[in-house]
């Protein structure tokens, strides 16, 4: 992200990062604005074992479909995205860019009518929603 937004600064464009508390003294030491949103990456690992202990022996591929639904989206999405959509209601930022795996950014964005753009590197992380029958 960080070459991304650079990029856009020297575009003239306005850059915030909306990131968990632990990480946004990081966003702050390269110089930009930052929202420090939601609970941290260790409370989101913490809450999400409380309530799926025994994810770590789920095979691979159903570990991922777990961790994707329950750990994105029920623990640090929801943690986020109140915090998120008051502030870019406040804002009113042209463009949301955002990781696949903070999702509290699109609901941000469709509850403010915001476009949005993800970005990613690597596989695609698995739809958070109810699995889709075989064709």
């Known amino acids: 992200m960080l070459p991304l937004a650079r990029a856009a ?20 030491a390269y110089g930009f604005a930052t929202w420090a949103v939601g609970l ?11 309530r799926h202990p025994d994810s770590n022996s789920l095979p691979p591929p159903e570990r991922l479909r777990q961790v994707s639904r329950h750990m994105f989206v029920d623990v640090a999405a929801r943690s986020r995205v109140a ?25 941000a964005a469709v509850g403010t009518g ?12 698995p739809a958070a929603g109810p699995a889709r029958p075989a064709a």
């Open 40 to 50: 941290s990456s260790d409370a989101v690992v913490a809450r999400y074992l409380e």
């Open 83 to 107: 915090e998120m959509l008051s502030r870019v209601r406040a804002w009113r930022p042209e463009l949301i860019l955002y990781d696949q795996s903070e999702l509290s950014a699109p609901i």
């Open 114 to 125: 915001t476009r949005s753009v993800v970005h990613s590197s690597g596989p695609k992380t």
């Open 9 to 28: 600064v020297r575009a003239g464009h306005e850059v915030a990062f909306a990131t968990g508390p632990d990480l946004a003294p990081r966003a702050q």
